[in-house]
């Protein structure tokens, strides 16, 4: 924490008509622009903060409470507020994974992956891939990563006929579109994608490592082959903090 108590006329103007939480949160935003604080470091404490602010534990609670809110600062399991991780700003204009979104960013995506399966399709699965009930489907379900950080699980479903043999480990560093393109030799041509909003359970409270139990940004996608085939039908989490969709939008 590289933030020092500064003298009060430098952080907020009592004389003005801007609420004093608001001055209060601008500056914390203002001392993150300038790095003096960065993506990961602990906000001082609330005594600290009334002291250096000069005002109620009312107003700190609110500033606080604002920046949660917009997505400045998350709060941690017993560590407090710290400041949050830069969001992802996904643009959907083109069908990509998430692991060429990350790159594009400047993030390093990883993943790490578990509970590989290996089992016949059946219900919204088989309808989703367009498969019989009982053909077979690799299934598994991968935690991703950008910079270290978890944005979100994802539980993804492939037609095993169309890559036999395939290893979900690989994407714990690679990205799937570019496996299926150029090693397989599938050509990817467009995607059908719902998106809603989930309360997660218990597990994906841990494995997002969530301080509470917030609505998850939740997209459901079938991606298709220039054929016609489905290649995957993939659910995945999104921590809403943590990333943006951005669209622009005609009419």
């Known amino acids: 924490m590289s933030m020092q108590t500064p003298s009060l006329p ?7 008509p801007i609420p004093l939480y608001y001055q209060i949160a601008d500056d914390i935003k203002r001392r993150i622009a300038d790095k003096e604080l960065k993506p990961g470091d602990k906000l001082p404490t609330e005594q600290w903060l009334i002291e250096a602010y000069g005002v ?14 917009d997505g400045t600062v998350e709060r941690t399991r017993g560590h407090g507020p710290v400041v949050a991780q830069p969001k992802l700003n ?8 998430l692991h060429e979104e990350m790159s594009k960013a400047g993030l390093a995506p990883t993943s790490k992956i578990h509970g590989v399966v290996r089992k016949p399709a059946q219900g919204v699965v088989a309808r989703q891939l ?9 299934s598994f379900r991968r935690l991703r990563l950008a910079d270290g950080q978890p944005i979100a699980t994802q539980v993804c479903y492939l037609p095993e006929a169309l890559c036999p043999d395939f290893d979900p480990k690989r994407l714990e560093r690679d990205s799937l579109y570019r496996i299926l393109e150029q090693e397989y030799g599938l050509v990817i041509d467009y995607a059908n994608q719902t998106v809603g909003v989930k ?4 597990r994906l409270v841990e494995e997002l490592q969530l301080s509470e139990c917030i609505g998850l940004l939740q997209m459901s996608r079938t991606t298709y082959l220039k054929s016609g085939q489905a290649i995957e039908y993939t659910q995945i989490y999104y921590v809403p903090g943590r990333y943006e969709i951005f669209m622009c939008l005609y009419r």
Request: aromatic share 0%; glycine share 10%; charged share 30%.
């Open 10 to 16: 430098d952080m907020i103007d009592k004389s003005k």
């Open 130 to 138: 367009g498969l019989e009930e009982g053909a077979p489907v690799l």
């Open 199 to 202: 309360v997660p359970g218990k």
């Open 56 to 69: 109620s534990r009312i107003t700190v609670r609110r500033a606080l409470t604002e920046l949660i809110t």
């Open 90 to 97: 996904r643009q959907v204009l083109r069908l990509t994974g």
